[in-house]
C-alpha cells in the first residue's frame, strides 16, 4: 500500500538545517496496523506529514497504492488527501461551529457529494463510532473521548486507503484512550490500513507492527502480538 | 463558475457566516452604511435637481429679457446719457440678424416697473392692477396656466386690437363673486371695457410677475396707453441648444447698432439672462450630484474595505479551520472562493439593506417636503446608478476579499494545524 524509498526531509532553520528524516525506507502491506514511535525530534511527525501529503520530502520516493506521489501541487495534493487519507490529529482538529454531523460529513462536501447523501453516509459512520445520537451537538458539548470519535468517523467517511493518525491518544485519559484504540482495532480489523504516530509504548502495542525511529532512521522494525484494547477497557 | 450556484457552496458559506453573527453584523454595518448615504444623498441631489426643474418648467430656459436704459458713453455725435427707446421694430431686425433667437415679442407693461397700475373695476368692486400688452407668442415662451373654458390672448386678438384680456387669480376673487364665471364678463380697465377671455394661475415666469396681473393685446396697449413703436422690453426665448450668453451678447450688439450705441458702451441696455441663472443653477445642482456620488462611492469603498479587513482578521482567526478544511481536501481555490464568496455576499446584502433602507429614508423627506416651498421634488436614484452601485460593490468586495484568501490559502496546511 505505501512503498517508501530513501526519504531525506531537512528543515533550514535560520543558516543552519535540520536534518530530520536521513534516509527512510519502509513498506506498509493492506490491512496493517503499524504504530511509528520514537522520542520527540525523531522526525516521526515529519514522516506522517509527508505520508500525508502535508509536506513534502526532499529526496525518495513516495508511491502510494501504485500512485508516485511527487511534485504535487496544493490543488492535486488536496485531491488525493481527501481520496485516500484519512487524518486524526491529537487536538481532534473538528470545526467548532459545526455540530458532529456536520463535521464527519465535511470530506465528502469537497468530494462533491449531495447534501443528502453526504449526511446518511455521515451518520453511518457516526453510528460505527457509537455516537449517532450526539450527531446534532457542536464538539463543545462532546468529551475528549467522544471529539476523537467524530475525529475518527471524519477520517473515515470518505472511505480512504490508509488512516493516519497523530498522537490520536495524546489528549486524552487511558481509558477513554483504550477505547479509542479499540475503535482503531475494530476498524483495522474490517481490513482498513491504519499508521499510528505515538510516543506511548501500551498504545503501540496495540498495534501489529511497530517502526522504532531514532534521530531521523528507522532503529527497529518489528512485528508485535498485539495487545487487544478491549482486556484493558 | 458552477460552484456559485451550488447549494452545498451556500450552505458551507451560510453556515460560517451564521456561525459568527457579531462580526457579520459589525461588519455588514459599515457597508450598509455607506450604501445608505450613497442612496439618500444621490435621492436628495436628484430631487433637488428635478426641484430646480419643477420651479423652471414655465419658463423656456433659455429665456432672456432686455431693455433700454441710458448710454454711458458718447458715441456718433451723441453725448452721454441719452435716454434710449427700444422700439417695436426693433424685435423683427433681432429676429432676423441672429439665428439663434426662436421667439422674441416686445412686451409693454403699466405698473409693473414703477408707474401707476391700471385701474380695473367692476360694477362696486375695483383695485389697481399692472397690465401687460403681450403678443400671442408669449404664450411659448412663458407657458401660462390657463384655467378651464379660458385661453390666452390670440392672432386676432392682436390683429384687430380687441379689447379682451386674461386676468390674474387675484384680479378675478377680487373683481367677480365666488361662484361666478369670469369668462365673457367685463372689466373696465381705465375707463376702457374689456372682455375677459382666461384666468391664468399665476407661476413665477417673469421675474416681476405676480397673481393679479392683467394680459391685453398689444395692439390694445398701444392704442390704449399710446406707446407708439416703443416697447418696455423684449421677451426672447434661444433655441435649446444655443449659447445663450453669446446670444445676450448679439443682442446688445445689435440693439447698439441699431440706436448708435458705442459697441463698447456696457450700459445702455440692460439684459436678463435666465438661461444663464438656469445653466448656474442646474451647474450647482450638477456640481452637487456629482459630490454625492464621489462621496457616496467613497464611503462605500470605506465600508468595503472594512469588510476585507474585517475578513482579514476573521481569516487569521480561522486559520487552523482552513487547515483542517485543506488536510480534508479543500482545494486551495476553493478556500478562496469560500473567503471571497463570504466578502461578495456580505457585500450584497450589506448593499440591498442599506438601499431598502436609503430609499426609506428618501420617501420620508420627499413626505416632509411635500407642502414646503423648497426646490425638492422626487427625490429618486435612477436605477443604472443603483445597479451600478452594486456592481461596484460586488467588484470592491471581490477584490478586498482576494487579499484575507490569498492569506488564507499562502498558509501551508501544515502549518496552519499547528496553530493553536
Redesign the interface.
Known sequence: MIEIKDLHKSYKMGSNSLHVLKGINFNVEDGELVAIMGSSGSGKSTLLNILGMLDEADSGTYVLDGIPIKNLNETKAANYRNKFLGFIFQSFNLINYKTALENVALPLYYQKMPRKQRQEKAMKYLEQVGLKEWSHHLPSELSGGQKQRVAIARAMVAEPKVLLADELTGALDSKTSYEVMELIQNINDQGNTILVVTHEPDIAQMCKRIVHLKDGVIVKDEKVKQVRAKVNV | MKFLFD??TW??IF??IG??KTRTIITVIGVLWGIFIYIVLAGASTGLDNGFERNFESVAKNSIWTWSQSTSMPYAGYKTGRRLTIKVQDATTLQNRIPEIQYIAPVNTKGVFGGEAALGVRGLKSNSYPVYGYFPVIAKMATQKIYDNGRFINEEDEDQARKVCVIGERTQQELFEKDEDPIGGYIRLDGIYFQVVGVHKFTQTTPFGTDGDVYIPFSTFRKLYNTGDNAQYFTIAAFDDADVVQVEKDIKSVLKSIHNVHPDDERAFGAFNLGEVFGKIMGFANGLTFVSLIVGLATILAGVIGIGNILLISVKERT??L????????????VRSLIILESVFLTMIAGIVGIIMGAGVLNLINNATQDIEFPYTNPTVPIPLVIGALLVMVVLGTLIGLIPAQRA?SI???DA?RE?
Open positions: 447549494k452545498n450552505q458551507e453556515g460560517s456561525k459568527n487552523k479551520e487547515g483542517i478544511r485543506r488536510a480534508l481536501g479543500a482545494t486551495p481555490r476553493e490559502v501551508k496546511p501544515i494545524l493553536e
